[in-house]
């Protein structure tokens, strides 16, 4: 084992972290979070990675009652269009699900991406000009993450149009909101994902996703394949 390896007991930390990491939807208290931990949790957003250095994500945090209502109505109309994808028996399970918190959570945060930032060419974009906004979706990991290990929940609510969000937000043009999440104390984390406990979708397997250095080719390191078997799902 590496000698910068994390301690034991860190490493299980880091790992339950990942594996209990839940999208809360209607787990929700309403008790507030306190100044100092929400620091934590932004500043652990703060500390991702991101391509030559660019750090192109800002966060707004909101807490107006009147703000977040705007935002559920522009939620309340995305989901009405999305509803309608879906048919017969998909459809009625689709309009059970609670996928938000935006009024229940104490907290909400619009983490967006500068596309600007850093100037006209950035070290490491040229080729991948969307990886400011993979740098921003780091920035929302580690803010999920952290939250998991204060006790926190997190839900990203992925049902909004960009454009409107960004209009009831004021955004300027180089800005685009990138994640909206609703944050706070939840009466319990699932065992599962919720839609997978809903029957929505269920895990891949992971060894049903791995090839060998070409797409389609099977891996060759036994050793791999045996761990990969071993582990829990």
Same mark, same amino acid.
């Given at each position: 084992?590496?000698?910068?390896?994390?301690? !034991?007991?860190? $490493?299980?930390? =880091? #790992? @339950?972290?990942?594996?209990?990491?839940?999208? *809360?939807? %209607?787990?929700?208290?309403?008790?507030?979070?306190?100044?100092?931990?929400?620091?934590?949790?932004?500043?652990?957003?703060?500390?991702?990675?991101?391509?030559?250095?660019?750090?192109?994500?800002?966060?707004i945090v909101i807490d107006s009652p009147e703000t977040?209502?705007?935002?559920?109505?522009?939620?309340?109309?995305?989901?009405?269009?999305?509803?309608?994808?879906? !048919?017969?028996? $998909?459809?009625? =399970? #689709? @309009?059970?699900?609670?996928?938000?918190?935006? *009024?229940? %959570?104490?907290?909400?945060?619009?983490?967006?991406?500068?596309?600007?930032?850093?100037?006209?060419?950035?070290?490491?974009?040229?080729?991948?000009?969307?990886?400011?906004?993979?740098?921003?979706c780091l920035a929302v990991q580690n803010l999920w993450?952290?939250?998991?290990?204060?006790?926190?929940?997190?839900?990203?609510?992925?049902?909004?149009?960009?454009?409107?969000?960004?209009?009831?937000?004021?955004?300027?043009?180089?800005?685009?909101?990138?994640?909206?999440?609703?944050?706070?104390?939840?009466?319990?984390?699932?065992?599962?994902?919720?839609?997978?406990?809903a029957g929505w979708r269920s895990r891949l397997p992971?060894?049903?996703?791995?090839?060998?250095?070409?797409?389609?080719?099977?891996?060759?390191?036994?050793?791999?394949?045996?761990?990969?078997?071993?582990?829990?799902?």
């Amino acid at each position: 084992m590496s000698k910068h390896a994390l301690p !034991e007991p860190q $490493r299980e930390g =880091l #790992y @339950r972290a990942i594996h209990e990491r839940r999208d *809360v939807r %209607s787990q929700f208290l309403p008790d507030p979070v306190p100044p100092d931990v929400l620091a934590r949790l932004l500043r652990a957003a703060h500390h991702a990675p991101s391509v030559g250095f660019m750090q192109p994500w800002d966060f707004i945090v909101i807490d107006s009652p009147e703000t977040r209502q705007a935002v559920k109505a522009l939620y309340d109309g995305a989901n009405a269009e999305a509803a309608g994808h879906y !048919e017969g028996e $998909r459809a009625a =399970l #689709y @309009r059970r699900l609670k996928l938000e918190g935006i *009024v229940d %959570s104490p907290i909400n945060l619009c983490i967006t991406c500068d596309r600007t930032r850093g100037g006209p060419h950035v070290l490491g974009r040229d080729t991948v000009l969307d990886a400011d906004l993979f740098s921003t979706c780091l920035a929302v990991q580690n803010l999920w993450l952290a939250a998991r290990a204060e006790g926190i929940g997190v839900g990203w609510v992925s049902i909004l149009s960009p454009s409107r969000l960004a209009d009831l937000l004021g955004l300027p043009a180089n800005v685009v909101p990138v994640a909206y999440l609703c944050i706070g104390y939840v009466t319990e984390f699932l065992p599962r994902p919720e839609l997978e406990t809903a029957g929505w979708r269920s895990r891949l397997p992971l060894d049903s996703l791995m090839h060998g250095n070409r797409w389609g080719e099977p891996l060759q390191d036994a050793p791999l394949i045996d761990a990969i078997a071993d582990a829990p799902p």
